[in-house]
């Protein structure tokens, strides 16, 4: 008995179910590929976003507190060098940290090793011997051929806005900190320790903290700051990570003028290190996920040339130029 097809049972060709599965085929690596063109390109803003984030920090952070480097109070002029720069990073006497007044920033270009933090004084008082936390040892791990920059300010905001007699600063000021005496023959930097007779130096003006940062990184890529506080640097914070290189460029005012008349890795002498007015900062930023696609790039900063190794890691250089703060107006004695 042969079988008869009713109407409307009729089923599809091989040749139709072949085009079918072909276009079902198509279609499916379309919309693969565009989920994975999705995926990469989200991918690559989170790593965009990673080096984009630290690097734009970091450069606000320079900014800022380069911007403000020699800034002294309300004092009319910045002392003229008498001495040479000391190393960053040292307690000194008052009549030595009074002299690194001159030097609003000193550098160190292309690090080698370790830098020691330490106290040098030889003339500290009795009660600030046996009141105040002495320095702790504090070494600085800093990146090979790395530089580091270290700065000196006032606060933004006076601690004492009339330093008008012992009692009053006594009453104001914290015993163990550095502060900064804003005074008609100019800046004076007094570690006021209650009992020794420091008050005595900070009257007569409006009185600051005295602050100093170093800024360096570490072998690790680790962003770090060195503070003075309490009387003593303490321990280095890290700010960010992924930071492969630092470098400076320091504009040096050679005639006095306010305005740079030349730029150097490193100023050759005492005289330009004082006469430094503006710096450049150049921060090679690396990413931490790795990408097997990622070009290799060359950047060029700060008289170096450095092609970066094929490690997959996306890189990017931040730049920015600073002033100091108003060099020609400290110069000219406005």
């Given at each position: 008995m042969s079988r008869r097809s009713l109407p409307g049972q009729g089923g599809f060709s091989l040749v139709e179910l072949m085009v079918a599965m072909t276009l079902g085929l198509g279609l499916s690596w379309l919309v693969l590929d565009v989920y994975i063109t999705s995926s990469q390109a989200q991918q690559r803003l989170l790593r965009n976003q990673e080096v984009q984030e630290s690097g734009r920090y970091l450069s606000e952070l320079?900014?800022?507190?380069?911007?403000?480097?020699?800034?002294?109070?309300?004092?009319?002029?910045?002392?003229?060098?008498?001495?040479?720069p000391a190393a960053p990073c040292q307690l000194l006497d008052s009549s030595e940290a009074n002299q690194q007044l001159s030097y609003p920033l000193i550098g160190i270009n292309n690090a080698t090793g370790e830098l020691a933090c330490s106290d040098q004084r030889t003339a500290a008082s009795a009660k600030d011997l046996s009141n105040c936390t002495a320095q702790s040892p504090l070494s600085l791990d800093l990146r090979p051929d790395s530089d580091l920059l270290a700065l000196r300010r006032a606060a933004y905001q006076p601690a004492l806005e009339a330093a008008t007699g012992a009692r009053k600063i006594n009453s104001s000021l914290e015993s163990c900190q550095y502060y900064l005496a804003?005074?008609?023959?100019?800046?004076?930097?007094?570690?006021?320790?209650?009992?020794?007779?420091?008050?005595?130096s900070l009257v007569g003006g409006a009185v600051w903290r005295y602050?100093?940062?170093?800024?360096?990184?570490?072998?690790?890529?680790?962003?770090?700051?060195?503070?003075?506080?309490?009387?003593?640097?303490?321990s280095s914070r890290t700010i960010a990570e992924g930071v492969e290189d630092l470098q400076f460029e320091y504009g040096v005012d050679l005639d006095g003028d306010g305005a740079v008349d030349e730029w150097r890795q490193l100023p050759i002498d005492d005289a330009e290190w004082a006469g430094v007015v503006a710096v450049n900062y150049y921060l090679l930023m690396v990413g931490s996920s790795v990408r097997g696609d990622e070009p290799v790039k060359s950047f060029h900063y700060a008289g170096i040339e450095r092609t970066a190794p094929d490690d997959g890691r996306l890189r990017q250089l931040f730049t920015g130029s600073v002033r100091v703060a108003s060099p020609a107006m400290r110069r000219a004695g406005q």
């Open positions: 320079l900014r800022r507190e380069l911007g403000s480097t020699g800034f002294y109070g309300f004092s009319g002029s910045q002392p003229p060098p008498v001495a040479s804003s005074l008609p023959s100019g800046p004076v930097v007094v570690k006021f320790v209650k009992g020794d007779g420091s008050n005595r602050l100093e940062d170093i800024f360096y990184i570490t072998p690790a890529g680790e962003f770090r700051r060195i503070y003075l506080d309490e009387g003593r640097f303490k």
